[in-house]
């Protein structure tokens, strides 16, 4: 019987030692993200960003802003926050939409600016959708050629 009993107990052992490691892979599993860590709430921050990992220390993202070009006083700002912007990814001259390198300790304090409409993240273009296209759908995304010449 005692073999039995060790056998018993071994079998218990082992299932809550097993339950155990369960638990912890699936308590720490839950990352957070910058809705949870942002303590502002504003609307011109997009939930694209919000769902962003909160480890993120640097956010890739556009800044809609409501006049181009920039008054200096707004530039100024976004420079004191460590804003960093890529006025070449502006696409048309009358667009508001600007590539921007923004510190996530800066987040809140760009929401508030006067200037700022939005701050987002567009999401993918057709190019990286391309795999999840239907099968009978072909996406061209190679260089464009000029149509033949008429001849007549």
Do not use: Y
């Not at 912890?24 to 502002?40: E, F, Y």
């Not at 609307?43 to 006049?67: E, H, K, M, N, P």
């Not at 939005?118 to 999401?123: A, H, K, M, R, W």
């Not at 099968?135 to 995304?141: E, R, V």
């Amino acid at each position: 019987m005692k073999i039995s009993h060790s056998l018993a107990f071994s079998v218990v052992i082992l299932v809550a030692v097993a339950a155990v490691f369960f638990w912890l892979d699936h308590s720490g599993n839950q990352s957070q993200n910058l809705r949870r860590v942002v303590k502002c709430r504003s609307a011109v921050i997009d939930q694209s960003v919000l769902d962003l990992d909160a480890d993120t220390s640097l956010i890739g993202a556009f800044i809609s802003f409501d006049r181009m070009p920039l008054a200096t006083d707004t530039v100024d700002r976004l420079a004191q926050l460590g804003v960093s912007l890529d006025i070449g990814s502006q696409i048309f001259e009358i667009s508001g939409n600007i590539l921007a390198q923004i510190p996530t300790a800066s987040l809140c304090d760009l929401s508030k600016l006067p200037a700022v409409q939005s701050i987002f993240i567009p999401e993918q273009n057709q190019a990286d959708r391309a795999d999840q296209l239907p099968s009978n759908i072909i996406l061209d995304t190679g260089p464009m050629t000029p149509p033949a010449p008429v001849t007549e």
